[in-house]
Nanobody
Framework: QVQLEESGGDLVQAGGSLALSCAMS????????MGWYRQAPGKQREFVAS???????VYADSVKGRFTMSRDNALNMVYLQMNTLRPEDTAAYYC????????????????WGRGTQVTVSS
């Protein structure tokens, strides 16, 4: 059973930094990508960043230049370094995994963590 567990969420002042971590447990055949999404109260969940196994990253325009996603393949961990935080970054942040779980699957399975709360005060 694959599980994702996020950590690192906190209350921080605008302009500050936070580092989120996501630990993956369980086994898969191959990982396609891992990512971060966020959801603010009353808003739809939105894409933040993703990273493939070769380290290629993609960022939402709203976080480019401020957030950096990285991974440690040996530890099955991904990280999100968030700098120059803004009040509009306040949200629950969710880690995702897209992976093939067996050789019969024709498409990857997507897993979600339970989220970690980031609150940025003005």
């Amino acid at each position: 059973q694959v599980q994702l567990e996020e950590s690192g969420g906190d209350l921080v002042q605008a302009g500050g930094s936070l580092a989120l971590s996501c630990a993956m447990s369980g086994s898969v055949i191959s990982i396609v990508s891992m990512g971060w999404y966020r959801q603010a109260p009353g808003k739809q969940r939105e894409f933040v960043a993703s990273i493939t196994t070769d380290g290629t990253t993609v960022y939402a325009d709203s976080v480019k230049g401020r957030f950096t996603m990285s991974r440690d393949n040996a530890l099955n961990m991904v990280y999100l370094q968030m700098n120059t935080l803004r009040p509009e970054d306040t949200a629950a942040y969710y880690c995702t995994l897209s992976a093939y779980i067996d050789y019969k699957s024709s498409r990857p399975t997507v897993y979600w963590g339970r989220g970690t709360q980031v609150t940025v005060s003005s």
